[in-house]
């Protein structure tokens, strides 16, 4: 039964690294109303480069300058029935952390659970879709003054200055299906042979969706309203009421925001809300109503989504991929729509120290480097204007008004008696001299910040960040939002040493893995995400690389809470690896936007570790790495850069750590006598072909296309002897070849760590019909069953790492050795299929223990000793035709032990043996 454990996000992301298995509902992230959706990272390193940094988007033309439309961030939405936070004397461990600043219950400052002053609502359900082009003219419609508010950096649609009439308002749209977001449209299709494998054999096309929703009355006076979408892949273009919210999106795993407010047409309130009222709003069709009842206006927002086209090799899916939401702040004064323009980044995180309680690390003292844009509404109503001015008797004191924002850090843990408290651990407030209408002022401060306990792999702790944004000498906020997971920490990428984390080694044991997953295809729910994380942990993974894009915001907040470091990844580095006519491409520039963008979303992170800026083929054109790097360093600053690739000089000089990609030791040791002083890291290792559940025998040689005539011929289903096939195309047992690739990063000490490819099986890249799935997976199956592969990884990262290992995860193990056979113990027949024993078998034994013994029937065969790193392997073991119950034995340096015994079934027993090795057997 799975515990149902209430999670709170801030201070108790440790709980939820020992406690895995914990209700999702309670996680940041979970659910389609997530109210978290950033964690600041915290570190030291490189935190002054920005300042001397040029943008190198400056050089560009001005219509690809990168618009500031990122993906949702924080905007906290409470419960009505939120408690006050109570008094409370000091933080959950004395010794290791003293609030700078007590909140009570009669605090004059507003609660950070307070109803906010912005509004963000769920925007996923209720969407109706169509599959496929619609033929049909263009209707002419006026031009949108929305349309330079939305400015994008891709070409326009088709349709120029026209709309296509499924964007009309009248559009009958009820032959649609109903579908909710996220929602993969291609998945809805049938696999055929003649389509593309890398794409899983299912066809790329286009689809529509539409949307009807009401605007409130209230909001029409002074709210400015975004639609804001995490994704839509591929191209899509946006209409509101029949209006082009301006240029197509064409980077489609970055965020964006549509301004929806000032769109001409756009309606609000209801219609006949009282009887004989002539101020409400008309309907749509411009008919009244005299029941007296309130019906909405309903607004209908067209989304048209192109995804003929993809980026890459791999199944990449297309339509509304990612949370959509719906915004409301003042239009008076507001933080980005997405909060990407709020950053918070700890900085000289010194005087660590070891927790008095508990495993966790604190440091004496921190600062925390914060700063917020604020942007002036286009429109500002006198009477509001007087009241922050300057000035109030002298309107032409207008430009001189001010703004002030206000940052609170804190911390939320239970009390005894189980009530909520918060726990302020610093607070600072900054003004500047407010922009004009409509433009946008940065306001940063710094909070120093002591006894603060660090984020680690093994500890991560989170804290809390509040927005508000002042007006004057206003007393209520304007706009305030809360980036709700800041993590400290000390980050150090050595040449010689590898990677240190708060001061401590940590060798990065990663996986790679893309934003799909099985057959919810790349619309990939918040839960899975959680379950994902969960399985890569589970076998001592501490790293996921976000391969090769920018990842959903959900998966970032699950590896925050978790403690696993993430390598975040960009999609292509310059023009030339896209696919599409040229009109459909982007150029470097708005590539480099992209970039920035990804950083923007995701640099709140604690567990961002680095910024991968390409893939593989994707870094070939060399001159943007510069580029790239720059942008990073514009925005964020405070990471290393690095890509999974290693190119020329003209790359590696700009990179602040080398990437390798399926590179051989001999790599590593060439690079590091050319380059001493550059650290080190194998982005990507280890691709092995695996199947859960076919042993070696049924399978013996696989090719990467398909296995030999052993196990499948021709993939006709039969063999020339009318034998049924197995449809088996490879084996489970992939030991050596993993254990031979990590052991070329992982055994060498200057090497950081390593990301093996991959995690899951994933769709798309197949070698060939009739897979439609690459079997790359490590870890688990397409479906996130735990391959046999899984235990191999347990043994050797998890099991034989020790507890006080930095890079261990919080994991409880019942014992320091394991033991797993692979083989099914299913007897085989001609051809791999069950029927007739056939003798001999092969054997594997994974297990640390220094010395492991078979055990067949109750007569041992053989003991042998294990190596670091490898498996164990009986050769020619005949079974019997009758039931066999074989007991693989676990000799350990103490004096007793116990083995784990297997029978046909998997019925697991157990055996009390003695140093001499004997004893008796007992069930388990």
Not at 373 to 387: P, W
Not at 495 to 500: H, P
Request: charge should be neutral.
């Amino acid at each position: 039964m799975i515990a149902r454990i209430l999670i709170y996000l801030t201070f108790v992301s440790d709980a939820i690294a020992q406690h895995p298995s914990a209700a999702s509902q309670h996680l940041p992230g979970a659910g389609p109303n997530r109210q978290h959706y950033t964690a600041a990272q915290q570190q030291s390193a490189a935190s002054d480069r920005r300042s001397n940094v040029q943008n190198p988007l400056a050089v560009a033309p001005a219509h690809s300058t990168p618009s500031r439309k990122y993906p949702p961030a924080a905007q906290h939405q409470a419960s009505a029935t939120q408690q006050r936070p109570i008094t409370i004397n000091q933080s959950p461990d004395a010794t290791q952390e003293q609030p700078s600043v007590v909140l009570k219950s009669q605090s004059p400052l507003p609660p950070l659970d307070a109803p906010p002053v912005r509004e963000r609502i769920n925007f996923d359900f209720g969407w109706r879709h169509f599959l496929g082009p619609i033929v049909e003219l263009c209707a002419v419609v006026p031009p949108s003054s929305a349309a330079q508010h939305n400015v994008g950096v891709a070409a326009q649609h088709n349709c120029s200055d026209k709309t296509p009439t499924a964007a009309a308002s009248s559009f009958d749209d009820s032959g649609w299906v109903l579908v909710d977001a996220p929602h993969d449209m291609l998945l809805a299709q049938t696999v055929d042979k003649s389509n593309q494998a890398s794409q899983g054999f299912l066809p790329r096309t286009e689809g529509w969706y539409r949307k009807r929703f009401a605007l409130p009355a209230a909001w029409e006076r002074d709210r400015a309203v975004w639609f804001c979408s995490e994704g839509i892949f591929h191209l899509a273009t946006a209409w509101l009421n029949g209006q082009p919210l301006g240029a197509r999106h064409k980077s489609g795993y970055n965020g964006f925001c549509l301004r929806l407010d000032n769109v001409t047409g756009v309606l609000w309130g209801s219609y006949n809300a009282t009887p004989g009222d002539t101020t409400a709003s008309t309907r749509l069709d411009g008919a009244g109503d005299s029941g007296g009842h309130v019906d909405p206006i309903e607004n209908v927002l067209t989304i048209h989504v192109d995804a003929r086209y993809g980026t890459n090799w791999w199944y990449q899916g297309g339509g509304l991929l990612r949370h959509q939401y719906l915004v409301s702040a003042s239009r008076h004064a507001h933080l980005a729509p997405d909060g990407s323009d709020v950053f918070a980044f700890g900085t000289h995180v010194a005087g660590i120290r070891r927790a008095t309680k508990g495993r966790g690390l604190v440091a004496r003292t921190a600062s925390l480097k914060v700063s917020a844009s604020v942007t002036s509404g286009e429109r500002v109503d006198s009477a509001r204007a007087r009241s922050w001015v300057a000035d109030p008797e002298d309107p032409e004191a207008l430009p001189t008004h001010r703004v002030q924002v206000r940052f609170t850090l804190s911390y939320s843990h239970h009390t005894r008696s189980g009530a909520e408290a918060t726990v302020i651990k610093a607070t600072a407030t900054a003004a500047t001299a407010a922009p004009q209408p409509g433009g946008t002022v940065t306001v940063q401060t710094v909070l120093p910040v002591e006894n603060v306990s660090l984020w680690s792999v093994y500890r991560p702790r989170l804290y809390k960040l509040g927005v508000e944004v002042f007006l004057g000498a206003e007393d209520e906020p304007v706009d305030a939002l809360n980036v709700s997971t800041i993590g400290f920490r000390h980050v150090e990428f050595d040449a010689s040493r590898g990677l240190r984390l708060n001061g401590e080694h940590v060798k990065i044991r990663g996986f790679c893995d893309h934003s799909t997953f099985g057959g919810v295809g790349a619309a990939v729910p918040d839960r899975v995400q959680l379950y994902r994380a969960q399985v890569l942990r589970s076998v001592g993974g501490n790293a996921w690389r976000m391969a090769h894009n920018p990842p959903a915001p959900a998966r970032l907040d699950y590896t925050d809470a978790l403690g696993m470091m993430v390598l975040d990844e960009n999609r292509d580095l310059g023009p030339d690896r896209q696919e599409g006519p040229p009109s459909e491409r982007e150029s470097g520039e708005e590539l480099v936007a992209g970039m920035a963008s990804m950083v923007a979303q995701d640099r709140n992170h604690a567990s961002v570790l680095a910024w991968s800026i390409c893939n593989e083929v994707g870094c070939d054109d060399e001159a943007w790495t510069k580029a790239f790097r720059d942008i990073t360093y514009l925005l964020d600053g405070s990471r290393p850069v690095t890509q999974n690739h290693v190119g020329t000089e003209l790359s590696t000089r700009h990179l602040d750590v080398q990437g390798f990609s399926h590179k051989g030791g001999d790599w590593f040791d060439s690079f590091h006598e050319r380059f001493p002083a550059k650290p080190t890291l194998a982005t990507e290792c280890c691709s092995c072909l695996s199947q859960r559940g076919v042993d070696q025998d049924a399978c013996p040689e696989p090719r990467p296309e398909f296995c030999t005539d052993d196990c499948h011929h021709d993939c006709s289903g039969k063999y020339p002897d009318g034998v049924e096939s197995s449809g088996d195309f490879y084996h489970n047992e992939i030991s050596n070849c993993t254990a031979s690739q990590i052991l070329e990063s992982d055994g060498r000490g200057y090497v950081a760590g390593s990301f093996v490819w991959s995690g899951f099986d994933y769709l798309g890249e197949s070698r060939g019909w009739p897979q439609t799935v690459k079997c790359r997976g490590a870890v688990a199956d397409v479906a996130g069953f735990f391959k046999e592969s899984s235990h191999f990884l347990r043994t050797w990262w998890l099991a034989n790492v020790a507890h006080a290992d930095a890079g261990r995860p919080a994991i409880a193990s019942r014992t320091r050795y394991v033991i797993f056979i692979p083989e099914s113990w299913v007897p085989l027949g001609r051809h791999g299929v069950i029927g007739p024993v056939r003798n001999p078998r092969t054997i594997h034994i994974y297990s640390n223990a220094p010395k492991v013994g078979l055990f067949r029937n109750g007569l041992l065969l053989a003991n042998r000793s294990t190596q670091h790193f490898g498996s164990v392997e009986y050769e020619d073991v005949r079974l019997r035709t009758s039931r066999v119950l074989t007991v693989a034995r676990l000799l350990a340096t103490f004096q007793q032990a116990y083995s784990a015994q297997y029978t046909m079934t998997k019925e697991a027993r157990v055996g009390l043996w003695n140093e001499n090795g004997n004893g008796t057997e007992r069930t388990g």
